[in-house]
Structure formats: structure tokens, C-alpha cells
DNA sequence: GTTAATATTATCACCTGGTAATAAATTAAT
DNA sequence: ATTAATTTATTACCAGGTGATAATATTAAC
């Protein structure tokens, strides 16, 4: 068929390579870049099955939307004394490829909650000891449990367990500072 | 000057919720919401200063594509052994309404660092023993030196340094087990 | 009830960034 | 030089707007 198609595949490449790289280019924007027509841009695009700027834009910002909604959620709180948080795990928060989900992502459950217990705007969280006992899949309803073992002037102990139906996938201490806007 | 502008004023703070709730409404999709025209409702944005959907579509696609460009990267690796990488801290990433960086974050970059030098596609991270030395506010580029202290069969421990302008403000043990895609 | 002010709606021409289809020009291989 | 693949140009159309102007409510005050 093509035999001579090779600046044509070339051409195909840099299109993919540059969409990906920078997603809101128009048509008439990769046609400057490129070197051909608008006409050529669009046939490729279609023969690539790429969609339109505005759709490709639609398609970024939904995932955006997507992933602010895997934040946890308070819903049971006793000021300095305990806590309960929920957040439910997606994609978005897996190792790429995998199902697992990336511990930063428990981690942040846990500070999250420990924040919002301990009433701080702002912490330097010290020390913080953590210990997970199994994996987390994408998909599934985690809940925090956070306590406060003690609360001095200086700092606070508080603890968090995040369990996975029951199952305790995760548990930290944390050592917490309570820090104002000024640097330290 | 406007006695029955009550209604008008109604109407511009369900506009003003529904648009923040929902951003990718058209104006035809609003003006149904509302029970009003289309031309009221290009008014009424006119008066409030909120943009059309396409624009507003773009702002949230590149909120998103500004805050993944906030993720790490390796700029020195040797597999198993250690490896740098560098983040830049940003707003995002702060509590709210302070210049002080979450330590989830650094959490992630400690995470993200100790996955590629020891080349795991997916981890249960077992025990992490954390120190946070000092807030990280942000605009500071950070640096995250890892370095592997064993690796085993059954798994790796790992030690992550994270230097902001050469002070260390994190570090923390990672002990690693490395999990495939199958449930355990 | 009439009037004047304010609010809403309708209409029109125009813009951008496309789709879809067709014809014409270019180019490489033989 | 001929042929076939490839690229470009052209045209008509669409969605979701902007901006301006005019017509039509709606309401308060007289």
C-alpha cells in the first residue's frame, strides 16, 4: 500500500508525541508546527483517531474532576479526642498499571484526619510511625480511625488505624507541632 | 435604584453555585436550570464576570496538567543502590491558607524516589519510620537522596533524605516488599 | 390606570475551531 | 511519462459562544 509513507509515519509521530506533550494545541496551532495544512493536521488526527482541542481539553479537565473527589472525608469527630474518616480509592491512586494503591495516598488519609482531630491550621508532624499490613486495591472504602493519646502545650500523640472492611491495612503514630504562618 | 432585583439576585447566586458545583455547563443548559433565556443567562455572566464554558473547561484542564507538573523527578538513578530527585513545592500542596507544605507530600516524593531506584512496579511499604526535621513552605525546590541499605528476597530497606537548600528537613526508613499485580 | 424605570427576551451579524465531502495539485516510484 | 499515493484547497455546515440593538415584559410609584 504505502511505500513511500515514511515522512507520513514520521509526521504521524510527532503529531501523537506533541498532543501528548501539550494537549490544547488546534488544529491550525500543529499545523504551524508540523509544516503541512490544516487539511493534512486534520486527516492525521483522524487516521490517529485523536478527537478535537475542545474535546481533548474536556477530556483533561474531567479526570480533574475525577480525582479532587478521592479526598477523604470526615465523618465523625470529637475535637482532640477521636475521629472517623472514609475516602474511597480509585485508579488515580494506584502504582501505574497495577490495582495497588500507592501508600502515599493512606498516608495522606491519615494526616488528613489527624489534622482535622488535633484542630490544627498548619503541623510540622514530627515523628511518624507507620506500619502497613497488607495491600490496598483500587475500588474499595477505606475507613480512618484516629485518636489523640495525649496533648501537651508542644505537641500532640495521635494515633490512626485505616481499616479495609474491617481489616486493618494500615497504622501510624504521629508526633504532631502545631505551626503558625511565620516561618520558624 | 433596584427595588425588584431580589429574584436577579437569586438567580445570580444560584448561577454563580450551580457553575461552581457543575463547570461545564453551556449557557443553553443553564438558562433551562434557571427557567430564564439564553440571553439572560449570557447577561447575568456578563454581570458576574464568569467566563464562557469553553474557557472554563480550559482553566480546569490546566489546574490539572499545573499541579501533576508538581510530581517529582528523578534526575540521577543507580538501580538498587540509590538515586535523586527533585520537586519544586507549590501552593497546591499546602495547608490551607498558610505557605506551609502538607508533609504528605514529601511523603510522596520519599515513596515515588524509593520505587524507582529499587525498580518496583507495585509495593506494600511495611514499616516507615519518619522524621520531619522542619517545615517546607512553598516555592523551594526539594531534593530527595535514597539510598538502599539491604535488599533481601523477601524485601528492601530503604533510606530517603529530603534537603531543602542543603538543610535536611525528612528522612525515613522504608522497608519494602515488592507485590505484583495478583491479590495476596 | 398611566407612566417611567428596570428587567428580560429576541434577533442579527460575527467569531473560533471544528466536521464532512469533494476536487485539484503535488509528489514518489516505476 | 504515467500512475497511484498523498497533500492541499475549497466549500458548506455546526456548536457555542460575543456584542449590539431593539422589542417586550414587569414592577413601583404616581
Not at 479526570?63 to 475521629?83: A, F, L, P, T, Y
Request: glycine residues 4%.
Amino acid at each position: 500500500m504505502s511505500f513511500f509513507s515514511q515522512s507520513r509515519k514520521i509526521r504521524h509521530d510527532k503529531l501523537k508525541d506533541k498532543i501528548a506533550e501539550s494537549p490544547f494545541m488546534t488544529d491550525s496551532e500543529l499545523a504551524v508546527f508540523l509544516n503541512v495544512s490544516v487539511a493534512t493536521v486534520r486527516l492525521d488526527r483522524m487516521t490517529l483517531g485523536i478527537p478535537e482541542v475542545r474535546e481533548r481539553v474536556l477530556l483533561v479537565a474531567e479526570k480533574h474532576v475525577s480525582d479532587s473527589d478521592g479526598i477523604s472525608e470526615i465523618i465523625d469527630i470529637e475535637e482532640n479526642v477521636r475521629g472517623v474518616s472514609v475516602m474511597n480509592t480509585n485508579e488515580e491512586m494506584c502504582f501505574p498499571g497495577t490495582d495497588i494503591v500507592k501508600s502515599q495516598y493512606i498516608y495522606s488519609m491519615a494526616e488528613d484526619v489527624a489534622m482535622k482531630v488535633t484542630n490544627m491550621k498548619a503541623a510540622l508532624i514530627n515523628v511518624a510511625n507507620i506500619k502497613y499490613k497488607s495491600t490496598v486495591n483500587k475500588g474499595v472504602k477505606l475507613v480512618a480511625r484516629c485518636s489523640v493519646k495525649s496533648v501537651r502545650t508542644s505537641d500532640s500523640l495521635v494515633w490512626v488505624m485505616v481499616y479495609n472492611n474491617s481489616v486493618e491495612v494500615f497504622r501510624c503514630k504521629f508526633l504532631m507541632q502545631e505551626k503558625g504562618c511565620d516561618r520558624s
